[in-house]
């Protein structure tokens, strides 16, 4: 089955792009998820209309997550914990704990989209990034101070 791609999809093509897929992977996950269109003659025929409709929806999402990676750069999370003598905490703040922070500023993130590779278990400042948008990553400073 022809489609036309409405996004970028890992394996098959870029957006915009006329790929050759199999029926079902078409019929049960590309067209259901609005990520591509079967290449009927008339969607072939507005083509460069729907590119055109693409790439507007993509910049206005691009230029959201710079308005948040805006917002989330002029934060500094700083969180209290009990920590020994050598600087190591009890505990430690995780991606969820971060997350809830950035709730309460009025910025919603999935803890899926924080980068931290180990939860933070030492004092000090970090540097915590999230993927805001493939072309676009935030950074959030983090520090953890001694209760």
Not at 125 to 141: G, I, K, N, Y
């Amino acid at each position: 089955m022809k489609v036309i791609l409405l996004d970028d999809v890992t394996k098959v093509g870029r957006r915009g792009e006329v790929r050759d897929v199999s029926d079902g992977y078409a019929r049960n996950f590309l067209i259901p998820k609005k990520l591509a269109l079967s290449a009927t003659a008339g969607n072939l025929k507005n083509l460069e209309h729907i590119k055109r409709q693409q790439d507007a929806k993509a910049d206005r999402v691009k230029a959201d997550a710079e308005s948040l990676r805006a917002k989330i750069e002029a934060l500094v999370y700083e969180e209290r914990r009990q920590a020994s003598e050598e600087g190591k905490l009890f505990g430690s703040v995780t991606s969820q704990d971060i997350a809830d922070f950035l709730g309460t500023r009025g910025v919603p993130m999935d803890r899926k989209r924080i980068t931290l590779d180990e939860p933070i278990k030492a004092l000090g400042e970090h540097s915590v990034s999230m993927r805001l948008h493939p072309d676009v990553v935030a950074q959030l400073r983090v520090n953890v101070v001694r209760e």
